[in-house]
């Protein structure tokens, strides 16, 4: 790191890099177990993608059977939400893709988040920008801040990268992997929109007039009793338009609002999202593809007919970018058997969801046996920086396991095992990795989680 004139200085038992879910929940971990946490956050508020790309519903806390496998903090969220009347809390999906589906006020989440963070003792630091490391041997020493009032740098026993892009990670020289194998190919980027004033009635009478029209797992016969969540389908609609995306079928979800709808159709392919140049051309050609994407609905899709764009999403959504090489990879094989890991210490429901980097569909991948798979804690660890560990979508996977554990409950899980690692790790005086895993399983348990 460049040595820089008046920079300023201070010390933390664990710095936090990034405000999304993980970030959110490892801080609050951590900072529960004592430790004096700093949480630096680029963007003036927390939530990451579910705010700064208003990525919405969170999906899922439970397995296609119904068992609920992630609980602890971030069920302490949806409860808290729910109490301030943000969030109906689990409700069925109505895709069909999952069982259930989490909607929520982005903006009540953003005040939660934050009292949340505050009563665990947090120091949140909003507006700075994690843009160097200091390493010594294998070490991350420091990070440094850019922000308003100049340059900070940051000391600490451990760092968690919650920064989504492994910035941490690739800053400190540490072992790193991007998109998928090959050609590094990322999952599409996508703009976010929401609408009001859709006819959400309408919409469900011309899904049960035409059922093939739609994802063949909607629950058809479940629709006049439960609340419309999301839609997938509109094939033919979608197709006599001729909109000029690669994809091949309209995809929202209903709410906040109870005219509102958050639309998930733009996609932006074969750009890098670690790049600014590439960044700055997704931008725009995701609010391109908006305008062209609500034309199309208000002219071609029934209930929306007068409805209009109420937001844009402040940033492009990333599904992908850099992420750790940690002591282990989660892989597909893992995923889809549903494998149990002796260090486990967080756990998903969530299929394989692989939006195709290049093509137009979806590759979906069920889990077998009870549903869930493990996520063990070695896929936190860095491969060879001994006091980092990563959370949420940085951790260690190959591009096809990462299409699962990037889904924001599962962030919110790896971010409640790495906050407390590495607390625990200050504590005891160990590195993260020395850390006996049983342990730390014991106090997962102990505070909710459910692994
Ligand atoms: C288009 C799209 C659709 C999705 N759909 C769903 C869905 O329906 N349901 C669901 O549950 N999940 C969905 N996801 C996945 C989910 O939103 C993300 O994977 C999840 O938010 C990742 O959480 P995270 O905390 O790891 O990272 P992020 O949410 O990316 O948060 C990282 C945070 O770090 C901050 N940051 C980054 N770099 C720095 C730096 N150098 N210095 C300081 N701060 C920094 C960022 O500003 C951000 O706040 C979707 C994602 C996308 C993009």
Known sequence: MNEVANVKRETADVVVVGGGPAGIVAAIAAGRQGARVVLIERYGFVGGMSTAAMVYPWMTFHTEQGEQVIRGIAQEIVDRLQARGGSPGHLRDTVGFVHSVTPYDPAVYQVVAAEMLKEAGVRLLLHSFVDGVATVDDRVEAVRVTNKSGQLEIQANVFVDASGDADVAYLAGAAIAKGREGDSQSQPMTMKF??????????????????????????FDELDTIPLTGVSGFYSHWKRAAVPIQRDQVLFFTGPAEDEVLINCTRVQGLDATNAVDLTEAEQEGRKQVLMIAEFLRNDVPGFERASISAVAPQIGIRESRRIVGRYALTQEDVVAGRKFEDVVARSGYPIDIHDPSGQGVTAAFIEGDGAYDIPYRSLLSQ???????????ISTTHEAHATTRLTPSCMATGEAAGTAAALAV?????PAKLPVSLLQAELRQNGAAI
């Open 384 to 394: 060879n920086i001994s006091n980092l560990l990563a959370a949420g979508r940085c």
């Open 194 to 219: 929401r609408m009001r004033g859709v006819d959400l009635g309408r919409v469900k009478q011309y899904m049960q007039e035409h059922p093939e029209d739609f994802y063949e797992k909607t629950p």
């Open 427 to 431: 504590k005891l005086k160990l590195p």
